[in-house]
């Protein structure tokens, strides 16, 4: 029954519906009068037409319509309602559908498409699919490697290939026929550039399982790649630099330490000939080598003279030092900003390619802690020096002279080379002192120690022993030698005496000369017992000469 004009309320069936409809409704006359509406309608109303004059154009309405869905409160919080308009004569059905699963379910439609896109993006460079033929039929808006997607629309993926890894697109992964996990394969940039891809696809198949082409994600890998092979390297100089510091620290012997030390430089470079140098008083002094090849001539002064003249503040640059078959570099030590020695290393020209800025960046740490070695080695040579020289004539003293003639005595049995022991003693000395003082008395031991210094070779061994006592070990050396080095000894003393005049009795001196016999097995203690029993009897013989002492007993 049609709904009367005017606001006249019916007995209508619509007023039964709006009563007892599941969902909102509500019942409108013309004028925009609500003649009837349950709970959810007048909710519904309030949502559309909050006013009379709102209801009014809504009631005005002649033709059927579905409006965009609304929110409206429910026990559960909130439900999403489809209205929907249908006119009548005299008025106006609203009625409300519930679309809250349709909503939700849309919803979390469209937010798994935006997450899945979200993922992609950060997952990959781009996205891709490619047909049947394995040319690009889909890419990412974005697009890739430098090029826009429709540049890549319709290529095959081949043309992006470099060369090295024709062998690998061979395999087609992007014409994948099973699943591609993270395949590595160099393709070129738009710009020309090489870029290491990883490449992740699944096969497309049509309904009667036909592969149809591939879809998958590229994801440019190249920054990452540099830098893992940057850590990597970065902890590989650290492994090696943790190696020398322990060899520096747990080495005892400094020339050990030292050939140690070239030998891990070279194998971490890549060298055949590792060198180190130490700067002393004197020329630079070939320390240490590792290799089997001849050091070729290198300009440590001119070398040294760079380094003076270089900004101490700037990063010091290892100097090449090639040769027409060796590639090579160069840099000195240093501790406290003073240079105390140099290193270097060579490898074939063939070898390898020119030294990468990471291999000067190995060498820099390397010579630090060489610089430091050597700083170390200099101290102990000082403390060594002090703790086995005498202060005054810089010659053995007499605890390390024992020591070392010990050693060369063990030596000499099993080789079975002799030598000399002679034992001085200084004439007349005391005079001197008293009349000239200790400094004049100090300059005569001086004198002597010198002569005994320039007639020792390598091998010998001369000693102050105390006071005005002298030592020489003249290895492999006769009676005939020892008696010509005594001579001369003898001429250095009168030489002092002459020039100083008024000392009365005169200076000189006393030699014992006692010659060591391998087959004797005679000890240190009476092979010096020996020689110093010659040198008293050549006191007691007039002075200022020498004596032979017996030989020893044969064990």
């Known amino acids: 029954m049609a709904i009367p004009n005017g606001d006249a309320q019916p007995a209508s069936p619509y007023a039964d519906l709006a009563t007892h409809w599941p969902g909102p409704c509500a019942l409108l006359a013309a004028t925009g009068r609500v003649f009837a509406a349950n709970a959810g309608g007048e909710a519904l109303l309030a949502v559309l037409a909050p006013d009379e004059a709102d209801r009014a154009e809504l009631a005005a309405r002649k033709t059927a319509c579905t409006l965009e869905p ?5 026990p559960s919080g909130s439900s999403t309602v489809e209205p929907s308009l249908i006119p009548i004569a005299g008025g106006l059905l609203l009625i409300g559908r519930d679309v809250t699963l349709q909503a939700r379910i849309r919803s979390a439609l469209i937010e798994s498409r935006q997450r899945f896109k979200d993922l992609v993006d950060i997952s990959s460079d781009f996205s891709w699919e490619t047909d049947a033929t394995g040319r690009f039929v889909f890419v990412s808006p974005q697009g890739g490697l430098g090029y826009p997607a429709v540049a890549l629309l319709g290529r095959d993926p081949a043309t992006l290939a470099i060369e090295e890894d024709e062998a690998l697109l061979s395999e087609q992964p992007f014409a994948a026929r099973e699943r591609v996990e993270a395949r590595q394969m160099w393709m070129r940039r738009a710009d020309g550039a090489a870029a290491r891809v990883a490449i992740s696809a699944l096969p497309l198949h049509d309904s009667g399982g036909e592969i149809i082409g591939a879809r998958g994600l590229c994801r440019d890998i190249t920054a990452a790649d540099a830098q893992e092979a940057a850590l990597l390297e970065a902890r590989h100089h650290e492994r090696l630099l943790a190696y020398i510091a322990r060899t520096i620290r747990e080495e005892v012997e400094p020339g050990a330490m030292l050939n140690k030390a070239a030998s891990t430089l070279a194998h971490a470079l890549g060298a055949e000939l590792g060198c180190i140098w130490r700067f002393e008083n004197g020329p630079p002094r070939l320390v240490a080598q590792s ?5 070729p001539a290198i300009d440590l002064p001119g070398l040294l003279q760079g380094w ?28 406290r900003r003073a240079a105390n020695g140099a290193v270097a290393i060579w490898r074939r020209h063939d070898q390898a390619p020119s030294w990468s800025k990471s291999d000067h960046a190995l060498m820099r740490e390397i010579a630090g802690h060489l610089g430091i070695a050597l700083a170390q080695i200099s101290q102990h ?19 390390s002279f024992t020591a070392d003639l010990e050693r060369w005595l063990q030596h000499a049995r099993r080789t079975g080379r002799g030598g000399t022991l002679l034992y001085l003693d200084l004439d007349n000395f005391k005079p001197i002192n008293d009349r000239f003082g200790h400094e004049r008395g100090d300059a005569v031991l001086v004198q002597v120690a010198d002569r005994l210094r320039r007639g020792s070779r390598a091998g010998d061994l001369a000693a102050r022993l105390g006071g005005d006592e002298f030592a020489l070990w003249a290895a492999e050396t006769d009676e005939a030698g020892a008696l010509a080095k005594a001579q001369g000894l003898i001429a250095t003393v009168r030489e002092c005496a002459g020039a100083l005049s008024g000392v009365e009795p005169p200076l000189g001196i006393s030699i014992g000369i006692a010659c ?9 203690d009476g092979l010096l017992a020996r020689a110093d029993e010659a040198m008293y009897r050549a006191k007691r013989a007039g002075k200022n000469r020498c004596e032979l002492a017996p030989p020893a007993r044969v064990a």
């Not at 900004?311 to 030092?321: I, K, Y």
């Open 291 to 295: 290799g089997t090849l001849a050091v």
């Open 381 to 399: 040579d000082a403390l060594a020096a002090l703790a086995n020289t005498d202060a005054l004539t810089g010659l053995l003293n007499r605890r």
């Open 308 to 335: 003076a003249k270089a900004d101490r503040n700037a990063v010091e640059t290892p100097q090449a030092c090639d040769t027409e078959s060796l590639s090579g570099l160069a840099l000195v030590t240093s501790y």
């Open 516 to 524: 060591y016999r391998p087959t004797s097995a005679e000890a240190f």
């Open 70 to 74: 609304v929110i409206l409160p429910s």
